[in-house]
């Protein structure tokens, strides 16, 4: 008896086998894909029996695809993130190439962001509650307590101080030192509609009360803004909201503490 050895659709055998015989099978001539090897055992020049076996061929390098998966409906345009890697004798070890940056998912930013909050309007707490520290004496000055006046549109803009000292405690972490954002992520402060816009309300809401799957230009951004209501005083939130709309070239009018007194 003698068995026959096909791959694919071939008419003839590859190898023609005693058995019990050993074959090796060299997958380098053999195109990447799916295969079947076909074993045909013949007896008195008769096929007797014969067996299947689908295999896949991977020589080449591994290719990783994110954004799409098998039998997913889309439409619209679709972002796909593609990485491909592999190796061979005397190739050099680099871990970029062998790891596909795959997209951090929202429920990580979430997480991160609610983290971020809470860490900073504690500490924003913590530092005011003390008599010598640099946020108790900017909330003394905005309150008229000590040298500078009034937050407001108008004085010596004492505000200036407070807002920078705010907005980085309580918001770069997210919308970037430069009010830039994140794509996607953290909408950007430069040139946003609600901080350049006349009225103020939605502005100082958004601080107050938190924002949730705004849309900005067409784009939605899925991680939830906490809000600093109660982490901030009236005089602070009216300083890093004047912060924000007169930095990174946005040039609007500035608030009032009153104002944010009166959306509490």
Same mark, same amino acid.
């Given at each position: 008896?003698?068995?026959?050895? /096909?791959?694919?659709?071939?008419?003839?055998?590859?190898?023609?086998?005693?058995?019990?015989?050993?074959?090796?099978?060299?997958?380098? =001539?053999?195109?990447?894909?799916?295969?079947?090897?076909? /074993?045909?055992?013949?007896?008195?020049?008769?096929?007797?029996?014969?067996?299947?076996?689908? /295999?896949?061929?991977?020589?080449?390098?591994?290719?990783?695809?994110?954004?799409?998966?098998?039998?997913?409906?889309?439409?619209?345009?679709?972002?796909?993130?593609? #990485?491909?890697?592999?190796?061979?004798?005397?190739?050099? /070890?680099?871990?970029?190439?062998?790891?596909?940056?795959?997209?951090?998912?929202?429920?990580?930013?979430?997480?991160?962001?609610?983290?971020?909050?809470?860490?900073?309007?504690?500490?924003?707490?913590?530092?005011?509650?003390?008599?010598?520290?640099?946020?108790?004496?900017?909330?003394?000055?905005?309150?008229? #307590?000590? $040298?500078?006046?009034? $937050?407001?549109?108008?004085?010596? #803009?004492?505000? $200036?101080?407070?807002?920078?000292?705010?907005?980085?405690?309580?918001?770069?972490?997210?919308?970037?030192?430069?009010?830039?954002?994140?794509?996607?992520?953290?909408?950007?402060?430069?040139?946003?509609?609600?901080?350049?816009?006349?009225?103020?309300?939605?502005?100082?809401?958004?601080?107050?009360?938190?924002?949730?799957?705004?849309?900005? =230009?067409?784009?939605?951004?899925?991680?939830?803004?906490?809000?600093?209501?109660?982490?901030?005083?009236?005089?602070?939130?009216?300083?890093?909201?004047?912060?924000?709309? $007169?930095?990174?070239?946005?040039?609007?009018?500035?608030?009032?503490?009153?104002?944010?007194?009166?959306?509490?």
């Amino acid at each position: 008896m003698k068995i026959e050895v /096909f791959l694919d659709d071939e008419l003839q055998p590859r190898q023609v086998l005693t058995p019990p015989e050993r074959v090796d099978l060299d997958t380098r =001539e053999i195109s990447d894909g799916k295969h079947t090897l076909r /074993f045909v055992a013949v007896k008195n020049g008769e096929q007797i029996s014969v067996r299947h076996i689908n /295999f896949e061929v991977q020589n080449g390098p591994t290719i990783d695809v994110h954004g799409i998966h098998e039998g997913d409906r889309v439409s619209g345009n679709v972002s796909l993130l593609t #990485n491909a890697y592999g190796s061979s004798v005397g190739d050099e /070890f680099e871990v970029v190439s062998i790891e596909t940056p795959a997209p951090i998912p929202t429920w990580a930013w979430v997480v991160f962001l609610i983290v971020v909050g809470w860490g900073m309007g504690y500490l924003s707490l913590s530092l005011a509650d003390r008599p010598d520290s640099a946020v108790a004496k900017i909330t003394a000055i905005a309150a008229g #307590n000590e $040298t500078g006046g009034t $937050t407001g549109s108008g004085g010596d #803009n004492s505000w $200036t101080q407070m807002g920078a000292q705010v907005y980085g405690n309580n918001c770069a972490a997210c919308h970037q030192g430069n009010g830039t954002g994140l794509a996607g992520v953290f909408p950007p402060l430069v040139n946003n509609p609600a901080v350049l816009d006349v009225d103020p309300t939605e502005h100082i809401l958004a601080i107050i009360n938190g924002v949730s799957g705004k849309v900005i =230009e067409g784009v939605e951004y899925g991680a939830p803004m906490p809000p600093f209501g109660a982490a901030l005083s009236d005089e602070q939130i009216a300083a890093v909201v004047n912060h924000e709309r $007169t930095s990174w070239g946005n040039s609007s009018q500035t608030v009032e503490t009153g104002d944010v007194q009166k959306l509490r």
